[in-house]
T-cell receptor
């Protein structure tokens, strides 16, 4: 069975600080996909990144960066120079790598509050 | 915006009633998945539809059922509502053209069962 653990329930940081959201996963699959989604108060889940298990390169997109470490089954998400608009609940998710299978197993989320 | 629309946005039902939630998928997407998100929890996979057939189901009882139409829109039906069915129901659409792609979510329907 697949499992995603986000141990940080809530995090608060002052604007412009850097913040890292942790994600640890469990799966018996050798090939799988990892995702991060942002959920603002409106409720819609906003896709941030997808990473397959073969690609352990870190990725940077503007102020966002992701660190994938297969050895520790972690896929952490860092926001640099945080802004108030980053306040939201962030979910890490895992999917098996079946053709066209988009079934996602989500963690319980981390509520991030950026204090102005 | 993702182009995935759900209706209604909010709904209040009485225990024992039946409810139908609707989802219009993003243009070009042929796969729709439904998730239930209880307060303070992550979304839980209910089931997925591809070309009008159920293709994968999570740990939900048979009173949760669905449909996908030729235009790829979808409905989620829940019979004999229970208080624990109160949640945000999210629909996600994706394009099954290869290996796992990102799913695009709608804003959800918040169901309250009283």
């Amino acid at each position: 069975a697949q499992k995603v653990t986000q141990a940080q329930t809530e995090i608060s940081v002052v604007e412009k600080e850097d913040v890292t959201l942790d994600c640890v996963y469990e799966t018996r699959d050798t090939t799988y996909y990892l995702f991060w989604y942002k959920q603002p108060p409106s409720g819609e889940l906003v896709f941030l990144i997808r990473r397959n298990s073969f690609d352990e390169q870190n990725e940077i997109s503007g102020r966002y960066s992701w660190n994938f470490q297969k050895s520790t089954s972690s896929f952490n998400f860092t926001i640099t120079a945080s802004q108030v608009v980053d306040s939201a609940v962030y979910f890490c998710a895992l999917s098996e790598a079946s053709f066209g299978n988009e079934k996602l197993t989500f963690g319980t989320g981390t509520r991030l509050t950026i204090i102005p | 915006e993702t182009g995935v629309t759900q209706s209604p946005t909010h709904l209040i039902k009485t225990r024992g009633q039946q409810v139908t939630l609707r989802c219009s998928s993003q243009s070009g997407h042929n796969t729709v998945s439904w998730y239930q998100q209880a307060l303070g929890q992550g979304p839980q996979f209910i089931f997925q539809y591809y070309r009008e057939e159920e293709n994968g189901r999570g740990n939900f009882p048979p009173r949760f059922s669905g449909l996908q139409f030729p235009n790829y829109s979808s409905e989620l039906n829940v019979n004999a509502l229970e208080l624990d069915d109160s949640a945000l129901y999210l629909c996600a659409s994706s394009s099954r053209q290869g290996w796992v792609t990102e799913a695009f979510f709608g804003q959800g329907t918040r169901l309250t069962v009283v």
